[in-house]
């Protein structure tokens, strides 16, 4: 168990609806991320908050959006949801996020999957 | 665009057997490199990292080595067991800002034969 909660575990919706993950990063993890892992893309960066601000943008869709909350806990909202945004999304956190030299360890949960039908 | 890849996308060994997963970047900028392991359903799970100044750093049972100067990198692991069957991720921190977008290869699936 890395610490790091996400849920729903499991979400079907159809095209065109709006969805909201959640994500608890472990306890004291300042830093939160959120990955998109598909069959045919892999891993995918999406995007990362630090201490309630965004930090670093990934390969991120206009029609999706991300918050972290001054509790630490972060959502991830998929609208407009098309079939190709069906796939594994996962958190993870770490303690830092200010500087990698520092070693901080980035820790996943275990996914939300989402099909889109 | 720049990117982390894997030689090899699936690696069959036997238990007891020692393993070893490559893993090539394009980046020469990278300089921090991490090893993750994803079982079927689960989320990827830290291994070991690695910084540019080290050429290789040992953990429990595994051994990651790095070669600069052909961007190669290389996870080692010993005795083989049948828990170690799973998706193994190499992925690398090296866009010269201080933020931790790591960027990861498309994995090899190792299965260890009882």
């Known amino acids: 168990d890395s610490g790091v909660t996400q849920t729903p575990k499991h979400l079907i919706t159809a095209t065109g609806q709006r969805v909201t993950l959640r994500c608890s990063p472990r306890?004291?993890?300042?830093?939160v991320y959120w990955y998109q892992q598909s069959l045919d893309q892999g891993l995918q960066f999406l995007i990362q908050?630090?201490?309630?601000?965004?930090?670093a943008k990934g390969n991120i869709l206009e029609r999706f959006s991300a918050q972290q909350f001054p509790d630490l806990h972060s959502e991830l909202n998929l609208s407009s949801l098309e079939l190709g945004d069906s796939a594994l999304y996962f958190c993870a956190s770490s303690s830092g996020g200010a500087h990698r030299s520092s070693g901080n360890t980035i820790y996943f949960g275990e996914g939300s999957w989402l099909t889109v039908v | 665009g720049e990117s982390v890849g894997l030689h090899l996308p699936t690696l069959s060994v036997q238990e007891g057997d020692n393993s070893i997963i490559n893993c090539a970047y394009s980046?020469?900028?990278?300089?921090?490199f991490i090893w993750y392991k994803q079982e079927s359903g689960k989320g990827p799970q830290f291994i070991i990292d690695?910084?540019?100044?080290?050429d290789k750093r040992q953990g429990q049972r595994v051994t990651v080595l790095l070669n600069k100067t052909v961007k190669h990198l290389s996870l080692q692991i010993a005795a083989t067991q049948p828990g170690d069957s799973a998706v193994y991720f190499c992925?690398?921190?090296?866009?010269?800002?201080?933020?931790?977008?790591?960027?990861f290869g498309k994995g090899t699936l190792l299965t260890v034969n009882p």
């Open positions: 908050y630090y201490n309630g601000e965004e930090r």
């Open positions: 992925a690398e921190n090296g866009d010269g800002g201080s933020n931790y977008k790591l960027t």
């Open positions: 980046n020469s900028a990278s300089d921090y």
């Open positions: 306890s004291g993890d300042l830093s």
């Open positions: 690695i910084r540019s100044n080290m």
